[in-house]
């Protein structure tokens, strides 16, 4: 086996050559300049160094960062505020971004003139070097920027890799950065997973610790333990302090080395996760679950799922928040328990059906996901109708996907909805109401009880129809009449009981003169929940994208 050893002029020559055959590939003529860039053949030197300085200590910087720092002709400094800058070369000029940072309003506007300003030096400048600290790619928002320009100008970067903070903190914390799903995360957008433990960077100030710990509270219970960790790695400045979340911005030392180790939650306190209750409605039925929902099935469920729905109603009735949160959990528990019995089948879980719910809004509405106009919401129904129809199966009818088990009266308003996206309208309000007219009197003459039946089928059908063309919610409607009644009657029976009256031995024209006074001390109800009116309920459109 033959070996050669090659002199330095040898392998800068092999080097150039390598670069110039790299340039000529990139598509135009380029010169070697100095082993450090390239020339175009305009003669715009275009090159950007990004180098990481560490977390703080001069030991922790990689020997290919060093060779960089020591040999630039320039250095650019994110912020001069780090331990690692008091170890550079005293002779290496520097300029340091921390200017921009005094005169910006947000720290999103500072990394946009950085990244601006690193790119447009690149046009004059044999290379820039700019230096950030720990690893460029980790927190460092600015490089994100000014890899995102230099693409867009085909200007080379390259990265220099150090060890982040993170090289730092783990071995303080002894985590494992896999094993237990460690989410590293920014402290202005602390957005989180509580059952899983956290390490959140960029705390600069005791303004922004007070933000995250009002954020995570919402979370996380005060006495939570968490870990503040300043300077890890930097020797004799290095702190860790343990506390309870709620003193976390209470006489702290925080500064830009400041980090904070929050660990997961346990399943019983991690309470505002979606994960926390498949989990629990899973252990609900499984092993040493509660032996009622284990034994429950979809059908079993059925009259369940329809009462905490009209439970739901009747809190949206209420106009009471509180109400109406708790109602809305008792529904979503028969959600997961649904995909969890669906689940155990191998049939879906939750997670699928979240992705067709959420696949099928972003299909159904291609004028927000999608590049189509629309004009107005009519305009919107009738593409909806249109995607609706290259879903369905070929001869399938358009009534096909009401679902029968509705309430006989709002199946009927279903129907008639999607009779009209082909032109079946309404009948005018006069003829329909010459048509009750006239069937009422014919089942007021009949004595045949499944005559009765059908024309009081007919009558009911019919005023649906003409609730349609009065633009007002016929269940709505009747909901209010029924719950007026129900106040009528419950007044009516506080009025006998104040009088000591017993109203099933009052004759008829006594009820009558006491239902009389009863309706007179009971206030009309509103004509929708909330004080909404009943006409700005979507009754006269489509039920909806489902």
């Not at 447009?120 to 290379?127: I, L, Y």
């Not at 905490?308 to 009747?314: G, H, M, N, P, T």
């Not at 059906?353 to 927000?368: D, S």
């Not at 029968?404 to 008639?416: E, S, W």
Request: overall charge negative.
């Amino acid at each position: 086996m033959n070996t050669a050893i090659l002199s330095r002029e040898g392998v800068q020559s092999i080097i150039k050559r390598i670069a110039c055959e790299y340039a000529a590939h990139c598509g135009g003529d380029a010169a070697w300049n100095h082993g450090k860039t390239y020339i175009s053949k305009k003669g715009n030197r275009m090159s950007i160094v990004i180098v990481g300085l560490g977390p703080g200590g001069w030991q922790q910087v990689t020997l290919e960062a060093k060779h960089i720092l020591e040999t630039a002709s320039k250095v650019y400094l994110r912020t001069a505020r780090h331990p690692t800058v008091s170890y550079l070369p005293k002779q290496l000029p520097i300029e340091s971004f921390d200017d921009v940072y005094e005169s910006s309003a947000t720290f999103a506007e500072v990394y946009d003139i950085i990244a601006q300003q690193i790119v447009q030096h690149a046009h004059s400048e044999d290379p820039v070097v700019y230096a950030v600290p720990g690893n460029p790619l980790v927190g460092e928002a600015t490089v994100a920027r000014i890899l995102a320009l230099s693409r867009a100008e085909s200007i080379p970067v390259r990265i220099v890799a150090g060890l982040s903070f993170v090289d730092s903190v783990l071995p303080l914390l002894g985590e494992d950065a896999l094993s237990p799903g460690l989410q590293i995360v920014d402290a202005e957008q602390p957005v989180l997973d509580p059952g899983r433990p956290a390490l959140i960077c960029q705390i600069f100030d005791a303004r922004i610790a007070s933000e995250l710990k009002l954020s995570l509270l919402e979370d996380y219970p005060p006495e939570h333990v968490v870990t503040l960790i300043t300077a890890a790695g930097v020797e004799g400045v290095q702190k860790v302090v343990h506390l309870p979340l709620f003193r976390l911005d209470r006489g702290q030392e925080i500064d830009y080395l400041t980090c904070l180790y929050v660990p997961a939650l346990p399943l019983e306190q991690n309470l505002r996760s979606f994960a926390t209750l498949e989990e629990i409605v899973a252990k609900l039925r499984g092993p040493g679950g509660c032996p009622w929902d284990k034994e429950q099935t979809h059908a079993t469920l059925k009259p369940h799922l329809i009462e905490e729905s009209y439970e739901v109603l009747d809190a949206l009735d209420s106009g009471d928040s509180d109400k109406l949160q708790e109602e809305l959990g008792d529904l979503l528990m028969q959600v997961f328990l649904h995909a969890q019995i669906a689940a155990e089948a191998d049939a879906f879980d939750i997670h699928d059906v979240v992705k067709g719910i959420a696949a099928k809004l972003i299909r159904r509405h291609p004028h927000v996901f999608g590049d189509v106009t629309v004009a107005d919401a009519a305009e919107v129904l009738v593409n909806w109708e249109a995607i609706k129809k290259t879903e369905r199966e070929e001869g399938q009818s358009m009534l096909a996907g009401v679902p029968k088990a509705m309430p006989a009266l709002a199946y009927g308003q279903a129907i008639l909805k999607r009779a009209a996206r082909v032109g079946l309208n309404v009948k005018r309000k006069d003829t329909l109401a010459r048509e009750i007219e006239r069937d009422l009197h014919v089942l007021l003459g009949t004595k045949e009880k499944d005559k009765q039946e059908r024309l009081l089928g007919k009558l009911l059908f019919d005023l649906g129809n003409l609730a349609r063309a009065l633009k007002v919610d016929p269940e709505e409607s009747l909901r209010l009449a029924n719950e007026q009644f129900r106040r009528q009657f419950a007044s009516m029976e506080r009025i006998s009981q104040e009088r000591g009256i017993e109203l099933r031995v009052l004759s008829a024209a006594e009820r009558a003169k006491l239902w009389q006074e009863a309706g007179a001390c009971v206030a009309p109800l509103e004509t929708g929940a909330g004080g909404q009116e009943v006409g700005d309920r979507r009754i006269e459109g489509d039920e909806g994208p489902s």
